[in-house]
């Protein structure tokens, strides 16, 4: 493959060597106008963040891209867009790993091959003087080669389950082309196909969880399944149901 990737015209490629973050270089563009579609890619990043204020440990051989998207909608049906990017990482993997690998979502937006960390995505916004969305940046950080092996929740990579010959720019491509797909659907047809798509593949629905919130508290109960903005639905001891828009979310089996 040659180095520049074939990438589907609704994106603006912007193909960097090194930067801080792919979500800063995107928001710094934001800021400066740049339009929707701009898709900041970068090698490696020396600041990378993930979600919670946690790095995101970015050496070269990883795919890390951000999206700046500018849909006339509201903050909230924005966030959706996380699923789409959630659900195109997912058809991606699903297409270069071998054939018996598990592949799961974790809510909101981690996909997870064999039970552990491949991918994770971290969703930034910024509302008009209005109260409008001006902007959103959708940040995707893909394991290919290597994963941190000192996370809370365990990591893994495309090398490390058998799929190591894919190269991060035929990636890159793979995912803008489903990506894009889920967008033109939820466009379409608003989030519930999304919504039915995510919850097959996700990760402890039906069992007991636990959901970390903002402020430190944790509410347990069994997870039901998304709410119809992606809201994550638990229903607890005392046959309550709680929507939990945004928090961490611990299994009874198999980590945070
Ligand atoms: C998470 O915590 O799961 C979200 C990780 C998001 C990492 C990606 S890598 C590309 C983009 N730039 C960043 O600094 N973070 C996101």
New binding site residues.
């Given amino acids: 493959m040659t180095a520049a990737p074939d990438i589907p015209p609704a994106f603006t490629l912007v193909a960097l060597d090194s930067v801080d973050?792919?979500?800063?270089e995107a928001k710094r563009r934001a800021k400066a106008g740049a339009e929707d579609g701009t898709l900041i890619w970068a090698k490696e990043?020396t600041?990378?963040?993930?979600?919670?204020g946690?790095p995101?440990v970015?050496p070269r051989g990883n795919l890390?891209?951000?999206v700046l998207a500018r849909p006339d909608c509201t903050l909230s049906e924005a966030a959706q867009l996380g699923f789409a990017a959630c659900l195109g990482v997912g058809a991606a993997l699903g297409s270069v790993v071998p054939p018996l690998t598990a592949l799961n979502y974790k809510w909101p937006?981690?996909v997870l091959l064999n039970g552990m960390?491949a991918a994770?995505?971290?969703l930034e916004t910024s509302s008009k003087p209005d109260g409008g969305l001006d902007w959103l940046i959708i940040?995707?950080?893909i394991n290919l080669a290597s994963h941190p092996d000192d996370t809370a929740f365990p990591a893994t990579s495309l090398a490390a389950v058998g799929a190591g010959g894919i190269e991060v720019a035929e990636l890159l491509e793979i995912f803008c082309r489903q990506f894009q797909t889920w967008v033109n659907r939820w466009l379409d047809e608003g989030f519930q196909p999304l919504q039915r798509a995510w919850i097959i593949r996700a990760k402890g629905i039906g069992e007991p969880i636990e959901a970390r919130l903002g402020d430190g508290t944790t509410v347990a109960g069994v997870f039901e399944g998304l709410d119809e903005r992606g809201a994550l639905l638990l229903k607890t001891d005392d046959g309550a149901t709680r929507t939990i828009d945004s928090g961490e979310v611990f299994f009874a089996t198999g980590g945070g």
């Fill in positions: 973050s792919t979500n800063d990043q600041a990378g963040r993930g979600r919670g946690r995101w970015s890390y891209c951000s937006n981690d960390k994770g995505i971290l940040g995707v950080g």
